[in-house]
């Protein structure tokens, strides 16, 4: 056997699999009771010391370290770029002192100077709030004594702006017995920064009588005021749930969700915190730590690079919870084992409140299934594996038994159990965490951009966890930071069962391949309506994916056993389809050299390089397939945006819009995926009329077709959506803008009846 130290995860859990094949400890594990198996694993010894060597190495890395020099040198780096001339630099000077801050020790000058050169930034964005927790925390962190009295007048003025006026005075004349103190300033300099301070008191002063004697206007603090409710009331015994839901058990299907009274399509089910989530590695630099919140303005964890959070209360949050016993070189290890990550930390959380609802909170994830009957022996030994270098890591490289309820003496086999128990739980109930990335795929034109929800964390949601799959979900997810808000996207009558979907959507995957990935990972063989309609034979995909055009009635035609003779499924006729798939490859071939181009769209010349193999491939294409089919929605999609790029809006709309029937066709007129395409369509259609004189003879025609599109994007965005997310918000700004746009010219806003009337016409 290698070293443990030279090899991946992966090989070292096959290796160590493999070896207690051969010596009969895989076959001894599989007998062993549930909640002995780790701490039998834990006594094989080559097991134990290749965990502890593995683990040992990974730690020795240095990998997640705190660095002076590091920290100065990104500091300096963004002192050079540091010119508000220059919107770029600036964001950019921004980025490095962001980087100087989390690569900076604790307590360090490094950590205080790069702070308050990151509140300067702050500052001339006008993030008042975020330019004073900078301050604070740079004054807080050894910033030098000398320096500080410009770190003070700034927060004076930041409270100023803020309007509060007391506090900012109070500063202020703070900071003007420091300035008189000092001893290196020259005396012309100190007179004039005094000066400025006491005009300042002054105005402070003055506005602070006139507010005074004006009421104060109660407005929303934050999106988070904007989360929503679920419908009805909050259900008494189910939590996170709406009273319109039931939790039932049965036989059959085990607990699942009913609904106990008719529910409303766009009602809001489900609004649930995970009980624990992990962040993704390559989003510890995007997202927080601790509630998965988009980072602006990062703070650090103070002990390692790894850990990064939106806010300080996050930061305190996550150290309490689970952080300091994670902290540093130990999430090196956890990124090694996937979701098993997340069963330590539902543990560690669990472990640090010892309060009644978050033991109830506990227990309710603890009850979650397992099947520890349904996993093979060598499977349950890799979980096994898992469940005993976390044990090993908890009992070496941390206080968790000194600390915690649990005793290493008494409870050692007890923790290895309910590590191994939450592992295998996750398989089956983990969650994924997903948000809405916005890529711009050309800097000069906002318009060519393209959205697409990414995965970002995994979780645990013990209510949501209750609904059963479907491969044709009534239900739809959406994310505000880490809370998880599910809408119904169908009526579904009193009685009816609430499906979630666990992956495996018929729109999006073959029958066969669902019922083998949800055999194998779920454990049960799935007989949803789509489960039961779709055949091998004949598969809802099969006109989005298969066949060719039908020469005879322009219908699908399906080859045949492996052969070239296709059968039409409409009119029934058979063709020799020889030809059309000669069109196919010979369009395949111009489609990929169009995409090639398209790689380097730097230049105009590219982009209308890979503009004429994409038109060419689109007229083989739409000849040799069904109007439906994935290539020519595909070629059409990039055709749009190769004009978009160009700057030609009605040739990129038009594209675009042939991407429309069969998008709608496939995931149906209110699904989520056919509002992405409008939500494209409406980009190129405002950027468009930004760019026309009003007196235009088609711009009438085009605020109407714009009107119209964003009013069906606003009804699928209402079904699945609401102010908490930041699509739903961007719609609501589109609305604002044409609204704008249509003033600016001074032309009359047309009325949605005439809208319909005009575009119908």
Not at 371 to 389: E, G, N, P, V, W
Not at 482 to 508: H, M, Q, T, W
Request: some cysteine; aromatic content about 8%; overall charge negative.
């Amino acid at each position: 056997m290698k070293p443990a130290k030279l090899i991946s995860w992966a090989s070292l859990s096959d290796t160590l699999t493999a070896k207690a094949g051969m010596d009969g400890s895989l076959d001894d594990i599989g007998r062993t009771e549930p909640d002995q198996k780790v701490f039998a694993c834990y006594q094989i010894d080559y097991v134990r010391k290749c965990l502890e060597e593995w683990m040992q190495h990974l730690l020795e890395d240095g990998a997640g370290s705190k660095s002076r020099q590091k920290s100065r040198e990104s500091r300096m780096q963004g002192n050079t770029n540091f010119t508000k001339s220059h919107k770029f630099l600036f964001l950019e000077a921004l980025r490095l002192y962001n980087k100087s801050i989390i690569e900076a020790p604790h307590k360090s000058e490094e950590l205080s100077i790069a702070l308050g050169n990151r509140s300067a930034i702050l500052f001339e964005l006008k993030n008042y709030e975020k330019c004073l927790t900078d301050i604070n925390l740079a004054l807080e962190n050894g910033y030098p004594v000398k320096l500080a009295y410009k770190l003070m007048m700034r927060k004076g003025k930041c409270l100023f702006y803020l309007k509060k006026y007391s506090e900012a005075i109070d500063v202020l004349e703070a900071t003007k017995k420091d300035i008189d103190a000092l001893s290196h300033i020259p005396s012309d300099r100190k007179a004039k920064l005094i000066q400025d301070i006491e005009t300042g008191i002054k105005t402070a002063e003055s506005l602070s009588k006139i507010t005074s004697m004006k009421p104060e206007k109660l407005v929303p603090r934050c999106v988070a005021d904007l989360v929503p409710y679920v419908a009805s009331a909050v259900h008494p015994t189910f939590p996170s749930a709406s009273d319109l839901l039931s939790l039932q058990h049965s036989e059959e299907k085990g607990k699942h969700v009913i609904a106990e009274k008719d529910i409303k399509m766009g009602d809001v089910l489900f609004v649930e915190k995970p009980y624990s989530h992990v962040l993704l590695q390559e989003h510890y630099e995007s997202h927080c730590h601790n509630c998965c919140d988009m980072l602006t303005v990062p703070i650090p964890c103070w002990h390692c690079t790894y850990a990064i959070f939106c806010s300080l209360e996050c930061q305190k949050e996550a150290w309490e919870s689970y952080h300091k016993w994670e902290c540093a070189k130990a999430l090196r290890i956890f990124h090694s084992i996937g979701i098993a990550h997340l069963a330590i930390r539902v543990l560690l959380k669990a472990s640090s409140d010892s309060s009644t609802e978050n033991e109830e909170k506990y227990k309710r994830v603890n009850d979650l299934v397992t099947h520890f009957d349904k996993f093979s022996d060598r499977d349950m030994f890799q979980y096994t594996l898992i469940a005993t270098l976390l044990l090993i890591y908890l009992e070496k490289k941390t206080d968790f038994f000194q600390t915690t309820n649990y005793t290493r003496e008494k409870d050692f086999a007890k923790v290895g159990y309910l590590l191994l128990r939450h592992v295998v739980q996750l398989i089956c109930n983990g969650h994924a965490i997903t948000a809405i990335h916005s890529v711009c795929t050309d800097e000069e034109n906002p318009a060519v951009t393209i959205q697409k929800p990414v995965r970002i964390a995994t979780a645990i949601f013990p209510s949501a966890s209750m609904m059963n799959h479907s491969c044709d979900p009534n239900i739809s997810n959406s994310f505000f930071k880490d809370i998880l808000i599910v809408k119904a996207i169908k009526d579904i009558p009193k009685g009816s069962e609430v499906y979630n979907c666990y992956g495996p959507d018929f729109r999006r995957m073959h029958v066969k391949y669902r019922k083998e990935l949800l055999l194998d990972q779920y454990h049960f063989e799935c007989n949803c309506e789509p489960c039961q309609t779709d055949t091998e034979e004949v598969s809802f995909l099969d006109r989005f994916y298969e066949g060719y055009l039908c020469i005879k009635c322009g219908g699908l035609s399906i080859p045949t056993n492996d052969s070239l003779i296709g059968k039409c499924t409409s009119c029934q006729s058979e063709q020799n389809c020889t030809k059309l798939h000669q069109l196919h490859i010979k369009a395949e071939g111009l489609y990929q050299k169009g995409c090639e181009f398209m790689k380097h769209k730097e230049t105009e010349t590219s982009i209308k390089l890979a503009l004429e193999c994409l038109l060419d491939a689109y007229s083989l294409y739409i000849r040799c397939h069904y109007k439906y089919h994935r290539d020519i929605t595909e070629c059409a999609d990039q055709i749009s945006r190769c004009y978009a790029i160009l700057g030609d809006c009605d040739k990129s709309i038009l594209y675009l819009e042939k991407t429309l029937p069969a998008v709608k066709e496939q995931f149906g007129p209110i699904s989520i995926e056919y509002g992405h395409e409008l939500q494209k369509l409406s980009d190129i259609m405002i950027c468009d009329l930004q760019k026309l004189n009003g007196t235009h003879s088609q711009f009438k025609e085009k605020v109407v077709k714009t009107q119209d599109t964003l009013k069906e994007l606003k009804i699928i965005f209402d079904i699945h959506y609401g102010l908490w997310n930041q699509q739903y918000r961007d719609l609501v700004d589109k609305e604002v803008e044409l609204l704008n746009i249509i003033h600016a010219l001074e032309l009359l806003c047309i009325s949605p009846s005439e809208s319909v009337n005009n575009s119908s016409s």
